[in-house]
């Protein structure tokens, strides 16, 4: 046979312990006591397959030509130059690729510029007007790939 005092002993005891784990607020609405969730760990999550990662090319990969547009010469206080970059890349990229180059031959030293090659193949590059001194071959290298 069950005695009732102890029923109602353990409804007591777990009704204050119920209590002591959470408050009531002034606006009713009950607020959890200073409690910590149990530590858990996870795996590691491994890294993406190489199929959906971006070709990891550097600037060794690629190359930039300087072609000659215009080039206007004034005996020996050197020439104006304009050039346009030629890129060779070794892939169509899946997204866009900005390739910064300097472009060295620039009197006052040298140049930095960046061209966007999409995943058409075809890329996008602004012209470059500089001053030269009389003999002088404006040449690039490519710096760096993003």
Do not use: W
């Amino acid at each position: 046979m069950r005695h009732p005092y102890r029923l109602g002993a353990l409804a007591l005891v777990a009704a204050v312990a119920v209590g002591a784990c959470a408050s009531e607020t002034t606006d009713g609405a009950s607020k959890a006591a200073n409690t910590k969730a149990p530590a858990t760990t996870e795996a590691p999550t491994a890294p993406p397959t190489t199929a959906a990662r971006k070709p990891n090319y550097t600037a060794l990969d690629y190359t930039v030509a300087l072609t000659v547009k215009e080039k206007q010469c004034f005996g020996t206080a050197g020439c104006n130059v304009t050039v346009s970059p030629k890129l060779t890349a070794p892939a169509k990229p899946d997204q866009d690729v900005e390739i910064t180059y300097e472009i060295s031959g620039d009197t006052s030293g040298p140049i930095t510029a960046t061209l966007t090659l999409h995943p058409d193949g075809k890329y996008e590059a602004m012209e470059t007007f500089m001053s030269t001194t009389q003999g002088v071959t404006p040449t690039a290298k490519v710096t760096a790939v993003s």
